[in-house]
């Protein structure tokens, strides 16, 4: 069962505003943790944050912001002053604490266009 | 900085040729794993391997094999390659530490293409 879901394939933004990617997931173990990753054209991923189950703060890292939202089951990725150097995919995944092993599970994918 | 990185960016093979995809890291990160990506299907997980000689099947194990000899280096094998197993393959690796935080650092990818 997918326990990941990104429904939007394709999202467009102008340079200079703010854009949300939606990541929603479903999971039965209270310990988890949630990870947004950007994918350029150039293939390599890039890890850009985290967020923890039992964190009481959304995550941010400079113009990224994670909206976790626990009872709705979301974090979704906020990006702010868009710049053309985000066009990428992004790829929300999450690792199940009490699996072990490390493991994430990925969603499928948002392309971000963004626009001058 | 980490680094992990894989043998090849671009590979062809014929269809039921045996194909190696090495992956080296060179962090000493115990957790190391193997990735398709196909569009529209996000990333899947193939194998990982927790140590040396450990091994553990993803979720679309069929048709792979793995090999993990040394710490720093995790091959994936296809015994005789299809046309679909045409696809990114990437690796990744990870610390083991407990606890919910340990990010996966990924490689460049290889683009295989079986004709």
């Known amino acids: 069962a997918q326990k990941i879901t990104q429904t939007q394939p394709g999202m467009f933004v102008q340079e200079k505003e703010a854009v949300t990617l939606d990541c929603t997931y479903d999971t039965s173990d209270p310990s988890y943790g949630l990870f947004w990753y950007k994918q350029p054209s150039s293939g390599e991923m890039i890890f850009l944050i985290y967020q923890g189950s039992y964190d009481q703060q959304n995550a941010t890292e400079g113009r990224y912001s994670l909206n976790f939202q626990k009872a709705r089951k979301s974090a979704n990725l906020v990006i702010s002053a868009s710049q053309l150097g985000d066009s990428a995919m992004y790829f929300c995944a999450m690792r199940e604490v009490n699996t072990g092993f490390q493991k994430l599970v990925f969603g499928t994918g948002t392309r971000l266009l963004v626009s001058p | 900085d980490v680094k992990v990185t894989q043998s090849s960016r671009y590979l062809v093979k014929r269809t039921g040729e045996k194909v190696f995809l090495e992956c080296v890291q060179d962090m000493d990160h115990e957790n190391m794993f193997w990735y398709r990506q196909d569009p529209g299907l996000g990333l899947r997980l193939i194998y990982f391997?927790?140590?040396?000689?450990?091994?553990e099947k993803g979720d679309i194990p069929e048709g792979y094999s793995v090999s993990r000899e040394k710490k720093e280096r995790f091959s994936l094998i296809l015994e005789s390659a299809s046309t679909n197993q045409t696809s990114m393959y990437l690796c990744?690796?990870?610390?083991?530490?407990?606890?919910?935080?340990?990010?996966?650092?990924f490689g460049p990818g290889t683009r295989l293409t079986v004709l």
């Open positions: 391997s927790y140590d040396v000689k450990m091994k």
């Open positions: 990744a690796s990870s610390l083991s530490t407990s606890g919910g935080y340990n990010e996966q650092f």
